[in-house]
């Protein structure tokens, strides 16, 4: 199993579990890493974990159960509103209607008091006719002042009509009212009904009500007087404009009949209706009142279209937020197995993984890091240079490119350097840096790869002690080649030296006045050894193993060097050979022993390939001079005349042992192509446009 630590998003720790380790025991050389390919185990967040143990839409069941009662309360409401409305629009009729009754009552009680004074008075002073006609006057005022009273009559106890008084000119109405008063009278004389007041409908062109009531004073009746009232009248003038304008109102008999009706505002509608009974003496009337108000709309209610709309944007920003939720979740999930994949992976690798911020401080590290420097990551994560892991012989080094990076330049191609394990041991490491960006395009710091190079060392040392020993083996085959024409070439100076010694004893012996030539012939000797010594001597370095070194050389000096060794060969092969080197050429840093074998090599095979052509055309030329090209490299040329190279033996010219001569190792070229990239130059060839090969080799100035 894997873990990963999220938290800190920096350190990873692998674990081998029971499981694993069962698996590695039964299949013998399974690696670690090749664990981690199939038994890796994503890590679980507290937010998935929670998911796993409860059902998936479980989360969801309370936000929607709330939704839902937010939605039934928001529902709810404006019913509830409306039903209030309704109910408030009820009362208030009820108290109206209520105010209105007492209105009506109010009115016929003060016309009743009004009636009973005046028929009082005039039961009482009738003795003048001054007086008669005062009360006449006062009953007509009555009347004009009280638009509901259609007539009075007032009868003394002797059933006499005292006062009648009319609005209707009509006589059949006074007639009935007369009729009316005698029934009146006769009430007067019902000892049994005498204090008892009546109401009567009378039908008509207008529905009527006449009131008859005894006037008593102490027991004894006075007489009576009758009043009749148009009912149509008394609605106009006891109910008010405003409560007609919103109801229609009307008075009904017992039977329901309609006998007067008010109705400003328009017709009831018989949603809020009331009814109140009026009770006049014996005579039951009813107050009905119907509004002209319909019942309140539930949708047209503001509140309504509120709670729509505010249901319908819930319900929209929810869905939205479910959405949003889902798809952060799904991109949630996808990082985590992108970051699980990347964290495998990392840990997987051999390279070593390294982050720094913008002040040098470690951030990040993968295993194989700590596996290098032998660190444990708490030991060097967030620590800032110096590092546990620098070498302190290159700390210098260390602190100049620290400094660079943090102006922000770095090397692509890389660079190398030492570092030290946590046991002092050092080892060569290879360092690519990257800057680190985050998502709003801000470095926020360096990322490195390191690898360790120093298998890669070892390989390189092997290699390069197998191409000595292949050098060497060059050099000694070259010596074989050599050893006949340097037998031959060192005979001829043995033999000079042998002639001119000889030649001195002869001189001695025979003329001792000739002693005085002796210097001259010595000096030819000494002459003659020391070009044999330097054959040898440029024999023995040639085949000497050795240690590459590298130092500062002159060309010049090197192909003087070198020359007699050339002519050697030139001059056993007839070869005429030409220098061309430019005075003054700059220093470069090589290995002289290594140049010295490549112009060895490279003339060698120049007069080789002139060993069949004409005499005259037997011209090696050697040229040394400043590259055209590339004023920072010196170039080198060893031109023939000889038969060229074709196109199949090009291709295959530098590789190992490939050779045109029968006792050829095919090595040279190999070997000089390598010494020369050795030195950071180029070893090429290309026809000769006089006929021949042109072989050139560039070497940097130092
Ligand atoms: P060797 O000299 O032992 O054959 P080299 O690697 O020096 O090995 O050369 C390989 C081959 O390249 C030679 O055998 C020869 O055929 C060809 N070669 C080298 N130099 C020349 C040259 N100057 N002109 C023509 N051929 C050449």
Redesign the pocket.
Known sequence: MVSLDYASGRTAQTIVDNHNVASKVQTPGLTLKSCLDFSYTAPMSPFTSILRRYPASLPWMLPIVLVLLFVAVLLWLPWQAQKMEANERQEQLIADTLWVEQSLLFQLKRNEENLFSLAHEVLQKKETQTERDNLQARSKLLLSNSHEILSLQIWNAQQQLILSQSDTDTQSEITKDLQQGTQVAELIHDGNRINVAQCVKQSGAQDTILCRFPILQEKTSLGAFTVRYRLQTLLDEAVPWWFAQDNEISLQDSDEQTLAKRSAGGPGKHIYTHNRQIELPQLNLTLHTDSTKSAPKLLSNLLVVSVVLLSAGLLWSLIALWRDINRRLRAEGALRKEVAFRAAMENSLITGLRARDMEGRLTYINPSFCAMVGYPPEDIIGRLPPMPYWAPEAIAEYEQRFAQILTGTVQPEGFETIYQRANGERFPVLIYESPLVDEHGTQTGWMSSILDISELKRAQERSRQQEEKLHANARLATMGEMASMLAHELNQPLAAISSYTTGAINLLNEDPKDAALLPAVLDKVRQQAQRAGQVIRSVHEFVKKREVERAPLNIATLIHNIAPLIELQAQHAQVHVHYQVEPQLPEVLADKVLLEQVLL?LT???I??MQDIAAECKQLQIHAHLSFTRTDQILIQII?H????SDD?AAE?FSPF????PE???????ICRTAIEFHGGSLQHRANPEG??I?EFSLPIQ
Do not use: E, H, Q, V
């Open positions: 090599n060698r095979n120049a080789d390939a023939d000889g038969a060229g190279i033996i010219l490939f050779s045109t001569k050829g190792m095919g090595m040279g070229l190999n021949g090969t072989f």
